[in-house]
């Protein structure tokens, strides 16, 4: 589950609309809708950690990160596959929790990360949508 499917999940079960919750957490209701939709994703950290208070969820869960994507990565990449992801994961991990960056920086970094996640997958939403219309 992505994190915008989390946050409508957890929206509606706390019956909260999109301009409630997005009040709750500072943002507009159109940018919360982006948020839901997983075509954005949020540029600061607060805004995440926002989320986790209001929800009363950890950050982790939000993210999606309880440890399945590194246990599933060797049955669905192989062994290379899986310990790229271990790297990735690691230097991106220490890089947030002990790295010489100051906050603003670390900030832009995930910026960074969330906007070539984002257009990667707008990528490939094109090309294989296009080949699916295409048969």
Do not use: C, W
């Not at 599933?72 to 310990?83: L, N, R, V, W």
């Not at 960074?112 to 080949?131: M, P, T, V, W």
């Amino acid at each position: 589950m992505l994190f915008g499917d989390r946050i409508k999940q957890l929206r509606d079960s706390a019956g909260l609309t999109q301009a409630e919750l997005g009040k709750l957490i500072g943002v507009s209701d159109r940018v919360l809708g982006y948020y839901e939709a997983n075509e954005r994703f949020p540029r600061k950290q607060e805004v995440i950690a926002k989320f986790a208070e209001v929800f009363k969820v950890s950050i982790d869960y939000l993210l999606g990160s309880d440890g399945s994507f590194l246990q599933d990565s060797g049955e669905k990449y192989g062994a290379i596959g899986h310990m790229q992801a271990q790297g990735v994961l690691k230097s991106v991990e220490t890089l947030f929790a002990g790295g010489e960056l100051i906050e603003d920086d670390k900030d832009e970094v995930f910026r960074i990360i969330s906007e070539l996640y984002f257009d990667a997958k707008k990528k490939n939403k094109e090309k294989y949508g296009r080949k699916k219309k295409d048969k």
